[in-house]
């Protein structure tokens, strides 16, 4: 029996999986890096691919927005033979120093969700990505010569609940940016055994009134994934 979002079967979906939120943004990476990409989902919208990335199979699946619906993806990937995957996506910069279309590896992930909060019953924990595909990720990003940061994100559910104010009270504690799978992600790993990291594009700074320059967030975009596919042939 196939999962109930994820309609694929074991072999359909490689062991290293990049997990961008937008089915869009899925179609993208399948198309523009993998080698002969065969889609094997389109249910509720989480189109799921798989193909060949410098001869190693690779798929890349769309989470959804948000925590709720990242979770039930993972989880169903896991069960589907995914061992490795990285979280490929956007966030709004909460520190000003940040600039558009600069890559974030993240360190950790403030869990300001509901999702880890139902898994862990209410009890405190910092949820954080396998070590080995953490240094991987920063690793291609400084060979790779791209702009990029190292430190905490924040994973929240409501896109536009956090003012600016917010997020600079949470910048004096070394969040670097908000985004809203992280957590959720990084938690799972750790519950189920695989590997987990996050690399993120800045599309914005909280508070400005629209999104980068359509041309500088692409660019970002095409960075943050080209360093995800390196990084995950490493682990």
Do not use: C
Request: net charge neutral; no cysteine.
């Amino acid at each position: 029996m196939s999962p109930i979002h994820v309609r694929a079967h074991p072999g359909d979906v490689a062991e290293r999986i990049l997990l961008p939120g937008d089915p869009g943004r899925a179609e993208w990476i399948a198309k523009t890096f993998l080698q002969n990409p065969r889609r094997y989902n389109d249910h509720r919208g989480l189109w799921g691919y798989t193909g060949l990335y410098k001869g190693v199979p690779v798929s890349v699946q769309t989470t959804g927005m948000g925590t709720p619906s990242a979770a039930i993806v993972v989880e169903e990937l896991v069960r589907l033979g995914a061992r490795v995957l990285v979280r490929v996506g956007t966030a709004g910069a909460a520190s000003s120093d940040l600039a558009p279309g600069e890559l974030i590896v993240a360190q950790g992930a403030v869990p300001l969700d509901g999702t880890t909060r139902q898994y862990l019953e209410g009890r405190p924990y910092a949820p954080v990505p396998d070590p080995e595909v953490f240094r991987a990720l920063w690793r291609r990003a400084e060979a790779l010569g791209y702009p990029h940061r190292v430190g905490l994100v924040a994973s929240e559910d409501a896109f536009y609940a956090t003012t600016p104010e917010e997020a600079r009270a949470w910048a004096r504690y070394g969040v670097l940016a908000f985004e809203m799978e992280a957590s959720a992600l990084f938690l799972l790993g750790r519950m189920r055994g695989v590997r987990t990291g996050a690399i993120l594009a800045v599309s914005n700074r909280i508070g400005d009134p629209e999104l980068a320059p359509p041309e500088v967030l692409q660019e970002g975009v095409r960075r943050m994934v080209e360093v995800a596919l390196e990084a995950v042939l490493e682990v």
